[in-house]
């Protein structure tokens, strides 16, 4: 019987997420040596290579990506067996995942509002694409996930909302419809990918991808550059220049939604949690224009003063 080492399979997704064997060092406290002989371990004891040496960058094989989903599970295993003996007893341990695009300021606020609630709960915070953090919620590895996906909603979702998506483009950039669109992505699999790409096929407009990165991060600052333009939903898009030129043509809505593992020990602090998640993450509603002009009107009747008698 083989078994893998723990540290090799932890090793495997940091690469494929990161998309970067030196990012990867960095983040798991090694050298990058040493992740390179941890991966070449890792094929060696699986027979088969993970990694598809004729792509460009880091670019997974068919077998590798099937693997890599495995090893996630494992892991997630492996960490929630950790968490549970380390924990004093009477401490409840809440898993929970999110795309690593939503995290940010209002994230933390509510996750300390949430511990001020809770002082006995432990969180454990995983991020992933939305998919995947579903599946493992459906196998009973987490407990709250959101996700931005295309999978059908049943009884474990708490939140359900939709995002618009806009393009995003710097001050500086211009927009030659005579040429091709450059498109700064962060690949295929991505949600916000596929909303460019049939948004742009459906209106016949030629495209070329010119930057790849899997962190929302490194699309705003390669489009706040002039590399290109990407598509975010507005409420990932605080800072950057949203596009409203007709040239480009409209993005299909983005789904977004909270799920909430139905056979939780502890519903209710998962259920609080995924209120407080929906808070911080849900869009601000709109205020229609004419609802906008009644408002000011009446603050400003409200505040002018009766003519004198």
Avoid at 267 to 282: I, V, W
Wanted: hydrophobic fraction near 45%; charge should be positive; proline fraction near 6%.
């Amino acid at each position: 019987m083989t078994n893998i080492p723990t540290e090799l399979l932890r090793t495997l997704p940091a690469v494929v997420d990161l998309r970067s064997f030196t990012k990867a060092a960095r983040a798991l406290g090694v050298t990058q040596p040493a992740v390179s002989a941890q991966i070449k371990r890792l094929q060696s004891l699986l027979g088969f290579d993970l990694f598809d040496k004729s792509a460009p960058g880091v670019s997974v094989t068919e077998k590798g990506k099937r693997i890599v989903s495995e090893a996630r599970r494992l892991l997630a295993i492996n960490d929630q067996i950790v968490s549970l003996a380390r924990a004093p007893r009477g401490v409840h341990v809440l898993r929970f995942g999110l795309p690593g695009d939503f995290v940010g300021m209002p994230l933390w606020q509510k996750l300390v509002a949430f511990r001020n609630r809770r002082p006995d709960t432990r969180l454990i915070m995983k991020t992933g694409d939305g998919p995947a953090l579903v599946e493992e919620l459906r196998q009973g590895d987490l407990d709250v996930v959101v996700a931005m996906s295309s999978a059908k909603p049943d009884q474990a979702v708490a939140h359900l909302w939709r995002d618009e998506m806009v393009w995003i483009r710097a001050a500086s950039s211009t927009l030659d419809p005579t040429r091709p669109l450059r498109l700064v992505t962060r690949g295929d699999q991505c949600i916000f990918h596929k909303h460019m790409i049939a948004a742009l096929e459906a209106a016949a407009r030629d495209y070329e991808i010119v930057f790849t990165s899997a962190h929302v991060d490194d699309l705003t600052q390669a489009v706040a550059a002039g590399l290109g333009v990407t598509a975010l939903p507005r409420t990932l898009s605080t800072g950057a220049l949203v596009c409203e030129d007709d040239a480009l043509p409209k993005l299909a809505d983005v789904e977004c939604s909270i799920w909430v593992r139905n056979d939780d020990t502890d519903a209710g602090a998962s259920k609080d949690l995924a209120a407080l998640l929906a808070e911080a993450l849900k869009p601000a509603p709109q205020i229609p224009l004419a609802t906008r002009a009644e408002k000011v009107g009446t603050l400003q009747t409200i505040g002018r003063r009766a003519p004198a008698a």
